[in-house]
């Protein structure tokens, strides 16, 4: 399992609390009339620049939303079997073609990352685990401060729902998932935590996915 695998090789993920939230409409309005410097934040976050601000963050993170390559529809379930079945090498050359097409993708960043270091022992995948690891502290530190999380009014805001479940199990460390709702638009998960029988919700917003059902209907 990947369970708080982030947590162990970067313990220094800080918990953001937004003071206001993300404004998707900004967003678009920047990525549409500037396409040349977003694709300049994002090669930057694609090497690992830990320079990069929060407002930069969240530009890179949910402008590639408002870009041609977004398709939050698509999905890797045999990046996930390989992993699973433990093959590893499989599973980080899948991801890693994967991630050439989508870089922002919390759930394959955090495959390839544990992909990797299952294979440390190995040799020569150190700088890969670095950047890979830099990734995901990144995308998370976006999400984490677009929100408080713990009230409908101020929830995290992903563009991705497969992202949630990374950010639940990886980056906050919950133990399980109790429950599931909806509170109007706001995705709510009733979560306990590890040695702690307490039951808690954490809110999420994924309007740019509801957006893009919207506009692309998903063919089953």
Known sequence: MLKRLILILLPSIAVVSALRAVDLNAVEVNIKMHPEAYRELLDRFTEGDTTLTPAQLATVYYGYSFTPAYNPSETYPEISRAYEQADYATALQ???????????????????????????????????????????????????????????????????????????????????????????????????????????????????????????PIVE
């Open 94 to 216: 899948l991801s890693t073609d994967a991630l050439a097409q989508n870089p922002i993708s919390l759930s394959l960043n955090v495959i390839a990352l544990a992909s990797a270091d299952r294979m440390r022992s190995q040799g020569k995948l150190g700088k890969l685990i670095h950047k890979l690891g830099t990734r995901c502290d990144l995308i998370a530190t976006a999400i984490l401060g677009s929100g408080r999380g713990t009230i409908p009014s101020s929830p995290f805001v992903v563009i991705d729902s497969a992202d949630i479940d990374r950010i639940l199990r990886n980056i906050i460390g919950i133990d399980s998932i109790v429950d599931r709702t909806k509170v109007g638009n706001i995705l709510a998960f009733k979560v306990t935590f590890p040695g702690n029988s307490r039951r808690h919700i954490i809110y999420f917003d994924n309007a740019p996915q509801q957006r893009f059902a919207g506009t692309h």
